[in-house]
């Protein structure tokens, strides 16, 4: 019985994720993808016309999930609970963590499909969110460092390990933000 065409875009992407986290996007190709699944590469382009434009789908879904973040603590200006909005974030991070593993183990993959604005833009958002348009070098030194060990924490645990520990890891990263907050009062 011939696969849905859902199900195997699904699994197009679910071998590529797999392969690009162990082996990088550059050393990862769309044969050995094709030939995991065992279809053809012909099945697999009229899926996905190029590597780019897999990774393009792979990316997508994290976007989508930090749009709707942004939207839940609005666009600009400082969060009203910081903690939440941390706590939403390092959920973001665990759901996607496989597809940041692969990012970090191919920074130039990013570049390849034009996303390394759209990270940069989140990471600056994010920031903004945190520390809002008063904070200075020190309020955004916390910032940084509560996102980037909130998004280190996700590749560096499995999913299960990182939700078990999410409080602290909370906990830890507040009192980064805090710590560089101090200076503003």
């Known amino acids: 019985m011939p696969r849905a065409r859902s199900d195997t875009k699904a699994q197009i992407r679910a071998v590529a994720l797999e392969l690009f986290a162990r082996k990088g996007f550059e050393k990862t190709s769309l044969r050995e993808i094709a030939e995991r699944l065992d279809i053809t ?13 897999l990774l393009t789908s792979l990316v997508r879904p994290l976007g989508e999930d930090m ?34 593993l692969a990012v970090l183990n191919d920074l130039g ?17 994010l920031d903004a969110l945190l520390v809002g348009p008063e904070g200075g070098v ?10 980037g060990g909130i998004q280190d924490l996700s590749v560096m645990f499995s999913p299960e ?19 560089g907050m101090s200076d503003m009062d």
């Open 41 to 53: 590469k012909a099945a697999l382009y009229y899926h996905f016309p190029s590597k780019n434009d």
């Open 67 to 100: 749009e709707a973040l942004f939207a839940r603590y609005g666009g600009r200006g400082g969060a009203d609970d910081p903690r939440a909005l941390l706590g939403d974030y390092f959920d973001v991070c665990v759901r996607h963590s496989a597809l940041l």
């Open 109 to 125: 993959a990013l570049a390849d499909v034009g996303l390394v604005e759209s990270v940069i833009s989140w990471r600056r958002r």
């Open 138 to 147: 020190p309020a955004r030194m916390g910032a940084v460092i509560a996102l």
């Open 161 to 179: 390990e990182a939700a078990d520990h999410r409080e602290r890891a909370i906990d830890i990263a507040m009192a980064a933000l805090e710590s």
